[in-house]
């Protein structure tokens, strides 16, 4: 391989996942709770229906109606791999 071919290789961290993949409505919600999107969470929201993704957003915002949420990034990434939803959404399920 020669110098060349090297300037032409792109590091893995270099490459970002393309936002775009990201729901219009999921992107809003993440902005206006100021949540910084890592590799992480942006992978676990690419990863699964913009409707999950909504409503772990919502248990969040529920958890942090409630109390502080320390660290609301890594709340949102549990979140959408449980499949957390509001308690609200319970409570009219079991109500039904």
Same mark, same amino acid.
């Given at each position: 391989?020669?110098?060349?071919?090297?300037?032409?290789?792109? $590091?893995?961290?270099?490459?970002?996942?393309?936002?775009?993949?990201?729901?219009?409505?999921?992107?809003?919600?993440?902005? /206006?709770?100021?949540?910084? *999107?890592?590799?992480?969470?942006?992978?676990? +929201?690419?990863?699964?229906?913009?409707?999950?993704? *909504?409503? /772990?957003?919502?248990?969040?915002?529920?958890? $942090?109606?409630?109390?502080?949420?320390?660290?609301?990034?890594?709340?949102?990434?549990?979140? +959408?791999?449980? &499949?957390?939803?509001?308690? &609200? +959404?319970?409570?009219?399920?079991?109500?039904?």
């Amino acid at each position: 391989m020669n110098e060349k071919d090297i300037s032409k290789i792109t $590091q893995l961290k270099s490459i970002k996942l393309p936002v775009s993949e990201i729901s219009a409505q999921t992107k809003f919600e993440i902005d /206006a709770l100021k949540i910084e *999107l890592n590799s992480a969470l942006k992978k676990a +929201i690419v990863s699964t229906t913009d409707q999950k993704t *909504l409503l /772990a957003i919502e248990a969040l915002k529920e958890a $942090q109606s409630k109390a502080e949420v320390p660290n609301p990034s890594g709340f949102l990434l549990k979140s +959408i791999k449980q &499949g957390w939803v509001p308690s &609200g +959404i319970l409570k009219n399920k079991e109500a039904k």
